[in-house]
């Protein structure tokens, strides 16, 4: 049988005793009207509904649009600090770990009612980090600007707007998130080519500059349609540690735990690789990042329609990881300019595919949507870490086999086919060996 929200149960829970329900027939007369639209059922649709979705993607263009791309920061921290590649990669991880460590904060205060606020406050740090690293000189500059203060900003924004999107459906939570996701390829598009092609023209400061003000007025956007629905869980930890009980939430974790701690490898190294193994320009390498991105942006609706269509997103989020693995092994193979450009097309459609429903695979097994915030929070934290240790581990890996990529690319290979085994692992304690439910 397919895994479905006890719906009676979560009202049940959430319901006030008999002793405290009106006697009046008309119970809710005492209601405002958003009150009275916070206890109805999701409305699956509408205006509204769909302007949240677009709250969404527009921060996800920031969230994840802007980690994504620091591919073209590590070739020019490279050139320009004279560094390993080990060392620049902390930057960028930091930033990473940093936008999923603090989701379990800031899914715990969207919960609370704090949405607006606290995605307020994320914004503007995003957005004051990157103006603090246009005018970073040395390499601690860029790791307090961009690695600590955008990181941080990044995460706080983030998880109350998934929270906000998530709490407006049901049947089509799995395709509305994924099109919020849409954001990430979008803006993993936009700022490299920003930053790379405006580099020669007016400098690099500038050029970043102007990032920060496309930051800006997504900001500004975003905050003009997001509109929370549900009524605030005031009440309640930061940290639902019944969650550890339920062992398919343990190993959900622990998948897309192993699933991020490879992912950024590709994003950030697929450039270097292409110049320093296949000869490309520093200009062309790039190209190869917005492809990647680029590609990144049709896949996660698709993936998102077919998962409340037909199979569901845990079991698609275990599908495209593992052929996300499967490519990543297949770049070994890699060593022609012809082949990298094919690379880049099915690595981003894969990642795409992959990352299209990690937040809706979550949502299948959250009863209680007033709690989504709290315990994606808590996933975002965990994988946060994976964030922090994958691209530093790699770059390790690469130096220590003298700039050869072999390694690097079996380590990451295996851990994302490991990671997409685990995922498996969870949805059959679920469902049990019954391949064809949809979940």
């Not at 999923?100 to 503007?124: E, K, M, P, Q, W």
């Not at 983030?158 to 099109?179: D, G, I, N």
């Not at 997103?313 to 052929?323: A, D, G, H, K, R």
Request: hydrophobic share 50%; glycine share 10%.
């Amino acid at each position: 049988m397919a895994f479905e929200p006890d719906v009676e149960k979560t009202a049940a829970s959430d319901a006030p005793s008999r002793h405290d329900l009106p006697t009046s027939s008309d119970e809710h007369a005492h209601l405002s009207p958003d009150q009275a639209d916070e206890e109805s059922p999701p409305p699956d649709g509408g205006l509204v509904a769909w302007s949240q979705v677009m709250a969404g993607l527009l921060v996800n263009m920031l969230a994840w649009g802007y980690p994504s791309t620091f591919g073209v920061y590590q070739l020019h921290y490279r050139d320009t600090l004279d560094l390993p590649d080990a060392q620049i990669s902390w930057i960028g991880s930091l930033q990473t770990f940093l936008a999923f460590a603090i989701c379990t904060f800031s899914g715990r205060l969207a919960d609370a009612g704090y949405v607006r606020s606290t995605t307020a406050a994320g914004l503007g740090l995003a957005v004051f980090g990157t103006f603090m690293t246009s005018v970073a000189m040395q390499y601690w500059h860029i790791f307090l600007a961009q690695g600590i203060c955008t990181g941080l900003g990044l995460g706080i924004m983030f998880m109350p707007c998934m929270a906000v999107v998530s709490s407006y459906f049901e049947k089509k939570r799995s395709f509305a998130l994924a099109v919020a996701a849409m954001g990430t390829g979008i803006g993993s598009v936009v700022f490299p080519a920003m930053v790379q092609y405006l580099i020669p023209r007016v400098g690099f400061a500038w050029a970043v500059r102007c990032g920060g003000f496309v930051a800006l007025f997504i900001a500004v956007a975003a905050m003009l349609l997001l509109k929370p629905r549900l009524k605030p869980r005031r009440s309640g930890p930061l940290v639902e540690w019944t969650a550890f009980k339920e062992v398919p939430y343990v190993l959900y974790t622990l998948g897309a735990f192993l699933f991020f701690w490879a992912l950024y490898f590709g994003f950030f190294y697929i450039n270097a690789y292409a110049r320093n193994v296949v000869g490309f320009s520093t200009v062309d390498s790039v190209q190869l990042l917005l492809i990647t991105n680029g590609l990144s942006v049709p896949s996660r609706p698709l993936v998102g329609f077919v998962s409340d269509r037909y199979c569901g997103p845990i079991n698609m989020y275990i599908l495209s990881t593992f052929v996300l693995g499967a490519i990543t092994f297949a770049w070994i193979g890699v060593t022609t300019r012809a082949g990298m450009y094919a690379f880049a097309v099915f690595f981003g459609l894969a990642n795409g595919a992959a990352q299209g429903v990690f937040v809706g695979s979550l949502a299948s097994l959250t009863p209680n949507p007033r709690k989504m915030g709290t315990r994606f929070g808590m996933v975002c934290t965990i994988v946060g870490f994976a964030t922090l240790a994958g691209p530093p581990t790699a770059g390790a890996i690469i130096d220590q086999s003298e700039g050869r990529y072999l390694w690097a690319q079996i380590w990451a290979g295996l851990v994302i086919c490991l990671g997409s085994l685990t995922l498996a692992a969870a949805r059959c304690l679920v469902t049990g060996m019954e391949f064809k439910v949809k979940i």
